[in-house]
């Protein structure tokens, strides 16, 4: 028997996973910060009109929530086909271990999308107000970009995780 498949959500994947699972569970990743720093040509934005969404950048002693997702061996490859397609601007797949809240549960090893600096759509840091600004003026095939930052916001919120960059950028943006 293969081991389970295990997805850490960061960023749309926290609220909108859009594949099949069969554990759910809010969970955290350490030495990394979440960031608004890679351009979306494919889902927030377009081509010429970026949006932004997230990325995740080495912070040692930082925490990251999101959610994790553990894969039916049934539905294992197309998730992982459907997951690369869509995390194809800019993303790869990494194993990372990751920790729940509960003390009983063990850690596991879960593949994470990260977008590093020396792809393409890399958009590296800038002021909040600046990514605000891009981020209210942009729209791609997968909706207003605002829409990303504020259901991102939210999902955090109601899992009581704790993520100042989020917040402040949402607080610009829905302001």
Known sequence: ???????????????????????????????WSRRFWQHSTDHRGVVGAPGRVVTLTPDPGARCWGVVYRVQEATRDAVLAALDHREKNGYARHPTPVLFTEPEAPPVSALVYVASDDNDDFAG??????????VRRSRGPSGENTDYVLELAAALRSMGAEDPHVFALAELVAG
Not at 6 to 22: E, K, N, Q, T
Request: glycine residues 10%; charged residues 15%.
């Open 125 to 134: 840091p800038a002021s909040l107000p600046a990514i605000a600004a891009q």
């Open 1 to 31: 028997m293969t081991e389970p498949l295990w997805i850490f959500g960061y960023g749309s994947l926290v609220w909108r996973p859009a594949f099949a699972f069969d554990d759910r569970r809010p969970g955290f990743i350490e030495g």
